[in-house]
T-cell receptor
Framework: DGGITQSPKYLFRKEGQNVTLSCEQN?????MYWYRQDPGQGLRLIYY???????QKGDIAEGYSVSREKKESFPLTVTSAQKNPTAFYLC????????????FGPGTRLTVL | GESVGLHLPTLSVQEGDNSIINCAYS??????FIWYKQESGKGPQFIID?????DKRQGQRVTVLLNKTVKHLSLQIAATQPGDSAVYFC?????????FGKGTRLSVIA
């Protein structure tokens, strides 16, 4: 089964803790993305990566970090510097970063207690 | 800031009727557009896309219309079904990552 997976589906953390969200794809896509979605809102781009070992900040990168050591994986760390981390996080991938459909994972709902 | 937006945040449609969801975009350089469907608690699913060299594209029960003159995009769903109830997003792009609008919630009345 080809696709993009995210884990865990639900995540709880205490204030002041860092947390890492997993995203894996077996579609052989070069580009991967992280979005944040707040209730009743659209998707806002956090970070994206067009190729292994390279990534760029999106519109709301502050308080987040990423790595792209493998083509299949693009983990997102939500740091304690992120002021309002409670949200629904979506990972996506596409063949390239331009003119291509993005395939989305099922999302991770992060709640900060 | 947002360069993609929607005229109607919510839309209620009788089952069997046609639905039209609208989207305005502000970046005249955008030349690739996509519609996504998102069900509650899930990731968005691709519906249909269109390049700027086209005015219309049809899929199964769906049609996307692009009017570059007024920077307007619409999604038409024929014979709307209860399973079409979801939030629909338009997104625009060029040689950059997609920019998403806020979405329209489609509610199908049985």
């Amino acid at each position: 089964d080809g696709g993009i997976t995210q884990s865990p589906k639900y995540l709880f953390r205490k204030e002041g803790q860092n947390v890492t969200l997993s995203c894996e794809q077996n579609l052989n896509h070069d580009a991967m993305y992280w979005y944040r979605q707040d209730p009743g809102q659209g998707l806002r781009l956090i970070y994206y990566s067009q190729i292994v070992n390279d990534f760029q900040k999106g519109d709301i990168a502050e308080g987040y970090s990423v790595s792209r050591e493998k083509k299949e994986s693009f983990p997102l760390t939500v740091t304690s510097a992120q002021k309002n981390p409670t949200a629904f996080y979506l990972c996506a991938s596409s063949m390239t970063s331009a003119y291509n459909e993005q395939f989305f994972g099922p999302g991770t709902r992060l709640t900060v207690l | 800031g947002e360069s993609v937006g929607l005229h109607l945040p919510t839309l209620s449609v009788q089952e069997g009727d046609n639905s039209i969801i609208n989207c305005a975009y502000s970046n005249s350089a955008s030349d690739y557009f996509i519609w996504y469907k998102q069900e509650s608690g899930k990731g968005p699913q691709f519906i249909i896309d269109i390049r700027s060299n086209m005015d219309k594209r049809q899929g199964q029960r769906v049609t996307v219309l692009l009017n570059k003159t007024v920077k307007h995009l619409s999604l038409q769903i024929a014979a709307t079904q209860p399973g079409d109830s979801a939030v629909y997003f338009c997104a625009e792009g060029q040689n950059t990552p997609l920019v998403f609008g806020k979405g329209t919630r489609l509610s199908v009345i049985a």
